[in-house]
């Protein structure tokens, strides 16, 4: 598929063929749904806890006798059925990640690509550079209509470009090893520079 590549003062720059098997698959919901479970999980901090009847500080001594006070037995303040005793089977510090292959993370990367060509929110630019200050790439990124972007470059992200982009709402940028399924469908546009699409050709192929 051919895309019309734009400069960032929106001025046309020519084109650029598109692979198929990148951004022409039917992008399908269950494989997007898994990779992004995958990359949520796998970011849970996971370290919730709390203190079992073992770490309360309660004394072990027995609380009163076992017979003849017309109660239920007991052996210890810090049982979970006290107030201030331990709590049964609560969270304790785990990893809540799981295994997803390699290649079936690569199958969501090209679906997620896939599925923002079909919508119409990819968009190819000749570089990801400017000289400029963050008032005026505010200006060209409002200009171009973009709200909610990630730009993707190359191997590296351009440093002036980079600090002029940090103070601006709603644009991310990332170098293209850091691309990935969540980031691209939680932004309303993808901005993919010439280098970037290179990239993840080879990265995906």
Do not use: C
Not at 191 to 197: E, P
Request: no cysteine; glycine share 10%.
């Amino acid at each position: 598929m051919k895309l019309d590549v734009i400069n960032l003062d929106g001025g046309k720059a020519g084109s650029v063929e598109l692979s198929e098997d990148l951004f022409g698959l039917e992008p399908r919901a269950d494989i997007l749904h898994r990779v992004v479970r995958w990359q949520r999980n796998n970011a849970q901090a996971g370290t919730h806890k709390v203190k079992t009847r073992s770490e309360v500080s309660y004394s072990t001594k027995k609380i009163y006798r076992q017979k003849g006070t017309g109660g239920a037995r007991h052996g210890a303040r810090s049982a979970p059925i006290f107030r201030g005793g331990g709590v049964y089977k609560g969270p304790t510090p785990r990893s809540h990640g799981h295994e997803l292959t390699k290649k079936f993370r690569k199958l969501g990367l090209r679906h997620a690509l896939s599925a923002k060509a079909k919508a119409g929110e990819l968009v190819v630019i000749e570089n990801a550079s400017t000289a400029g200050k963050t008032a005026a790439l505010a200006k060209q990124i409002k200009e171009l209509g973009w709200k909610r972007a990630l730009v993707i470059d190359g191997a590296t992200v351009d440093e002036n470009f980079a600090r002029a982009a940090a103070n601006i709402t709603g644009l991310d940028i990332l170098p293209s090893m850091g691309a990935n399924v969540y980031d691209i469908l939680r932004r309303d546009t993808l901005v993919l520079t010439k280098a970037a699409v290179e990239a993840l050709e080879a990265r995906l192929s």
